[in-house]
Structures are given as C-alpha cells and as structure tokens.
C-alpha cells in the first residue's frame, strides 16, 4: 500500500466528496456510470470562471464540450487548439463529468479545450479507443467546430486512461497529422504498468485487482499486450513531439509515468515529468478547492503555453 502523506486539502477534499458503492471488479457498467457522473456533478460549482461551455459535434460524427476562455484577460484567438481525453477507467465518465479540469485548463492555458467523447469499455474493447482519438484529432484539425477557428496545430491531453487514449492516438496518427501535433500531456495515465504485489485502496478503482480488471475490460490480457499499438512504451515513436507528464507522489499509477518518461527520454523526444508532492489520483478534480492540485495544473499550463509560443 502506497503510505505517502497526502496533502491535507486534498485528503480533505477527497474525503468531502459524495461517495457511492463502486465495485470495480464486476460492478454493472451502467450503475458505475451513474455512480460517477453523480460524484462528479457534486463538482460543478468549481468549474472555472472566465470560460464558455458549448456542446459541439463535428461532421465527422466526433462530440463533446468546447471549453473557451473569455473574458479581458483571455489571449487573443489562437490557431492551436487542446483534444482532451476524459479519465475513467476506460469505463466512466464523459465530457461531462470532466468540466472542472477542462475549464481550468483552457483559462490557464489561454487555448480552446475540446473534451471528446470516446467509447467506452466493455462494450467496446481495444482498439475503439484509439480509432475513436485518432478521429477526434483528425476532426479537430479539419474543423467544423462552431465557433472554434479551424486549429493548424493540436496538443493532445488526457487524464487517467485518457492519458492512454492520448499517447495511443498520437502513435496511430500518420506522420503527416503527427506533424501537426505541439504536444502531448498525460496526468496520472495509465500506461499499461500491470501491478505486481498490493497497490491502492480496495474500492478506489486503483487497488492492483481493480487496475487489472481495467485492462481485461479491454481484452483479454494476453490478446491486449500482444495487440500491435496498445503498449504505449512499444509504440511511441522518436520523432513525436514534446511531452509533459503530471503525477502525485501518492498515486499508486506513478510508476507509469516514471516509466514513460524514461522511455521518451531514451528516445530523445523532449520530457517534463512533474511529480506533485502529497497529491493522489484525479487531483484534476480539486483544482478548485485544493491549493497544491491547482499548482500542479499551472505549472502544466505554463509548459503548455511556452510550447504553444514557440511552435506558433
């Protein structure tokens, strides 16, 4: 068991959150769902000030919510663009429950946010996820977008197993759209580490049990890892953009971004690798009310925004 402190805003936070029966082993997909969508909303009023929240759906069928920051203080209008991939197991969540980090990205960002949807699983094993990243990245660089100028340039970014979602897409993408990507950013992603030993907490969806019935949601185990694509350390390639990569010390998934980032840095792809002190898993979802977690996510936006100058 991880015995890192944690932070006490967010141990706090954490704990002041409505909780609901989640058995992430064999629990009915639709009640998870629920389950979490309900957690979530319980969020809504830290959503960030300074930024609209649109629905949109592109012609090539991919949806979700645009985040844009307005205000007197937002840049002026921008041809790059953030694709956000939600977290959630590859089980829960949407564009929906993910309104809260969106948002404060695109306000400290100073760039428009696409949160898409992805299918989930295990109606829909691997690769949907992917094929549906690869379309979204692909949407969003053809435009069509109501209301967001057609982006040159993308970063692509997620969380958890959004985090997955991203770095699966950047290496399914031809080389000529990989081109068009400035960045990559991962917080606290799953990158295909299968737990050795007891890790997490029971009933936090992160115990070694609860990750490994994650992945076998995608597939059978075996069949997944030998899967061309899926292991992202396998499938990254040299010549991809620079990549930023947010943990907390106390989340049991660090060791997947540790890994990840020596492997990119093996590469000679750039690499942050920002590990937050005190902080657990989906810390994204406290940027309102936990001090250190919205650290984390400026120092992220900071890269993002230096990235995004020296690129345009």
């Known amino acids: 068991m991880n015995s890192i402190a944690l932070d006490p805003e967010f141990a706090a936070a954490v704990a002041a959150q409505d909780s609901y029966e989640a058995d992430w082993i064999a629990g009915d997909p639709v009640a998870l769902r629920a389950g979490y969508a309900a957690a979530r909303a319980a969020l809504l009023p830290d959503v960030a000030p300074g930024c609209d929240i649109a629905p949109f759906e592109t012609p090539r069928g991919v949806s979700g919510l645009l985040f844009r920051p307005h205000g007197p203080n937002a840049p002026a209008e921008s041809d790059q663009a953030i694709v956000y991939f939600h977290g959630g197991s590859w089980l829960v969540g949407g564009p929906d429950t993910h309104q809260v980090p969106c948002s404060h990205l695109a306000v400290m960002s100073g760039l428009p946010v696409l949160s ?19 379309a979204a990245a692909m949407a969003a660089l053809e435009g069509g977008v109501e ?9 692509l970014a997620g969380d958890s197993a959004g985090a997955a979602v991203a770095f699966w897409t950047e290496a399914a993408l031809p080389p000529a759209l990989r081109a068009r990507l400035d960045g990559v950013l991962g917080f606290y992603g799953a990158f295909g580490h299968l737990p050795e030993g007891e890790a997490g907490e029971p009933g936090s969806g992160l115990s070694s049990a609860e990750l490994l019935a994650a992945y076998e949601r995608l597939g059978p185990l075996k069949e997944l890892f030998a899967t061309p694509g899926f292991d992202i350390a396998a499938a990254i390639a040299a010549d991809g953009p620079p990549c930023y990569l947010a943990v907390g010390d106390a989340d049991p998934l660090l060791i997947d971004s540790e890994a990840l980032a020596a492997k990119l840095k093996r590469l000679g792809r750039p690499c942050v690798l920002d590990i937050a002190p005190g902080l657990g898993h989906s810390y994204l979802h ?22 995004a100058a020296s690129a345009g």
């Open 147 to 155: 209301g967001l100028p057609t982006p040159q340039q993308i970063f």
């Open 286 to 307: 406290f940027v309102g009310k936990v001090s250190a977690a919205k650290a984390a996510l400026d120092r992220a936006a900071t890269w993002l925004r230096g990235v």
């Open 116 to 134: 898409v949807r992805y299918r989930l699983a295990p109606e829909h094993r691997f690769p949907a996820q992917r094929e549906d990243g690869v």
